[in-house]
């Protein structure tokens, strides 16, 4: 069964309506009694427009594992919490004015309100997490947060180092953007019962969709224009964030080109010439088509791992979802 | 059996020593191949010669229900990692260079670092908390984590308030202290596989050291010596927090006393002569004392919790342990 996007539109929809109600729920309960702005700061970061792309694939994988039930959207809800909260540590660590097309919490509130606020959801979340799924969904869940830490580190470790490999690129992404969205995945396939098979096949599903998504995510940051993505472009490279367009470009180059771009990514990347040359070298380098076809791979290596649900009748719609999905992310443009 | 202050310390120093063990088994398991300017960062942060007073409420709880081994040491250690992390991040909060008489995380290495590794430290505590106490255990703690950060913003929230209440006051320290020691004391006791009876107990009793221990914290801010606390005193009244010696005062003040204090805090506090001013009205209107007298009640509450353990010899010497480390709570100069 295929989905179209129309289909897939409105599931995701539906899903981050009742995601929504779950975390108004949630938070009502857990807050009732809080300090206001507390509350306020939550809120503000949690309802601020997200597709809810997390949940999405933590209920869809435990619908294709058969349960959808009321608590499954408390569940999904924890994945928000965590995304959210990392969102909001690392806007206070980039000095992030723009997140989304809207200020964030950070420059809203203050670095105190945005660190604090970001713990409380992070506790909330590893707490729905571990009630819900027990401790092999904590170990799951845990070990992505570690690893987005870990990736954070290593990131900033190779900033600006223009030897940066390959390897280093998919180790870091897959640690920053791949292992919740897996974790995601997996948490939804663990929370319906499912069999080691099963819970593994959507966990590769999910990290092959949230490498991918993180490929597209860097070549925005080159191609993106900011009314859409709501972001300001250009900051990976102003950053000294070696991604996979200017990697594989470099890899690419002749000695000569490879000497040039050197040079621009170890001096003032903040000229906006220098932005616009190193954009030229990858341009004609070919790194911006290579790096959307390793997306477009990633894909194809997710869709694989969902071949075990394919003598599922039962599954098969949920499935469809998960397939167009991938679709999605390959031509978003924001 | 009464336990005098040599046994207490060599138990305190003995506990340490095999939490110290646990975590960095712990650690180095963990974080075998993650980049190594986090582990150091982790490492830095951990072993800065705390006393490990959580996990000896853990570790000590779990024996007075008659369970002790080899894991109750690395949910003990889970304890440290929490009160850890929240460290940090308060550190990044207040901008404080120094802690424990030593550079924080952030000034050492950097917003990111402290914030990051907090993070870590956040995550892997609760992993913990969940493998070794259950559903039950993640509960009581996460709620412990929430109840800081609420108590965080209520505190800010009142800064700079003459009018904020000993109600106020004793809210902020229960949610900011109290909380987390009253749970490492419930986790011992849920990781022994306690009662409710026991396991309440034991959490009251930790919830009264835990205030006792931060109003004496509030005490030293006024009255301590920096050579002996490690951290810059007079933070309190400089940043507008009204803590108990303050209120008390206030409250036993005549309405002119009080209109000059008013104008003390609300003016500018950074001066020495208004720091030296409002600490003699403190001490000329009892406010020291006064506060010192409701750390003694405190603690007098929280020994009758442990009366319940009075007719199992078995908890006997770990009872007493319990008893002598409130006394060291009152008399501690730093």
Redesign the interface.
């Known amino acids: 069964m295929t989905t179209d996007s129309t289909g897939l539109k409105t599931a995701v929809a539906e899903v981050a309506a009742r995601v929504e109600n779950a975390m108004r729920k949630d938070l009502a309960g857990?807050l009732a009694g809080?300090?206001p702005?507390?509350r306020e700061v939550v809120e503000y970061s949690l309802f601020s427009g997200g597709k809810r792309i997390r949940p999405f694939l933590c209920v869809l994988s435990a619908r294709c594992c058969g349960r959808d039930d009321a608590d499954l959207y408390t569940l999904a809800a924890a994945l928000e919490y965590l995304h959210t909260a990392?969102l909001m540590?690392d806007d206070?660590?980039d000095h992030a004015p723009l997140r989304r097309g809207r200020e964030t919490a950070v420059q809203r509130y203050s670095?105190?309100?945005a660190?604090?606020?970001g713990?409380?959801l992070?506790?909330?979340s590893?707490?729905l997490v571990?009630?819900f799924t027990?401790?092999e969904g904590?170990?799951v869940f845990?070990s992505a947060?570690?690893g987005m830490?870990?990736g954070?580190?290593?990131q900033?470790?190779l900033c600006g180092d223009y030897r940066a490999s390959e390897e280093d690129y998919f180790a870091v992404i897959t640690q920053k953007t791949g292992n919740l969205i897996a974790s995601s995945c997996a948490l939804g396939a663990l929370y319906a019962g499912a069999d080691r098979a099963r819970v593994q096949a959507l966990q590769r599903y999910g990290e092959g969709v949230g490498i991918a998504f993180q490929i597209v995510d860097d070549l925005l940051d080159y191609t993106g224009r900011q009314a859409l993505t709501g972001k300001e472009t250009g900051n990976d490279f102003q950053e000294g964030k070696l991604t996979l367009p200017l990697i594989r470009a470099l890899a690419a180059a002749s000695p000569a080109e490879q000497e040039e771009m050197k040079k621009l990514i170890e001096g003032d990347r903040t000229r906006p010439e220098a932005r616009a040359a190193i954009q030229a070298f990858i341009e004609s380098l070919g790194g911006f088509q290579s790096a959307a076809q390793s997306a477009q791979h990633c894909v194809t290596e997710a869709l694989g791992k969902l071949a075990l649900f394919s003598a599922d009748p039962a599954a098969s719609p949920h499935v469809g979802l998960l397939q167009a999905l991938t679709g999605y992310i390959l031509v978003r443009k924001k």
Do not use: M, P, Q
Request: charged share 30%; proline share 0%.
């Open positions: 857990r809080s300090d702005l507390l990392t540590h206070v660590v670095l105190e309100d660190i604090l606020a713990d409380w992070h506790a909330r590893l707490y571990g009630k027990g401790a904590l170990d845990c947060t570690e830490v870990n954070e580190f290593v900033k470790r």
